[in-house]
């Protein structure tokens, strides 16, 4: 897919109110995207959120647009940045690839599945 038709979404959270950890992820972010020939439609940033506070007003908007197939690919600085649970992890990557979307990260381009160990892998398979 040609990545100036992709539909990307940028997920930035802070676990404190540190407006400049906010732009250093954001700077970072904008440059991965410029690196990559991706345009960002929209930024969702989380200022001040746990990562296990389910009620963040910007992460529930974007599963909300995922759900409606709103992005091809979400962007995030790591995968702590969306949770730190990582069967809150696999659900997320669930979703998204239901809706064949993709979730990249500065850190790795991994999949979430193989950062598991078989063991988690088999029982999070299983439980779906």
Known sequence: ???????????????????QEKEKQKKELQEYCKKNNYTPDKYYIDNGYSANDENRPSYNQLLEEIKQNR???ILTKDFSRITRSITDLYDFENLINKKKCQLKTLQ?????????NPFQATYYKLRK
């Open 1 to 19: 897919m040609n990545n100036e038709k992709l539909r990307v979404a940028i997920y930035i959270r802070i676990g404190n109110y540190d407006k």
């Open 71 to 73: 992005y091809d690919l």
């Open 108 to 116: 790795s381009n991994q999949e979430v599945l193989p950062l598991l």
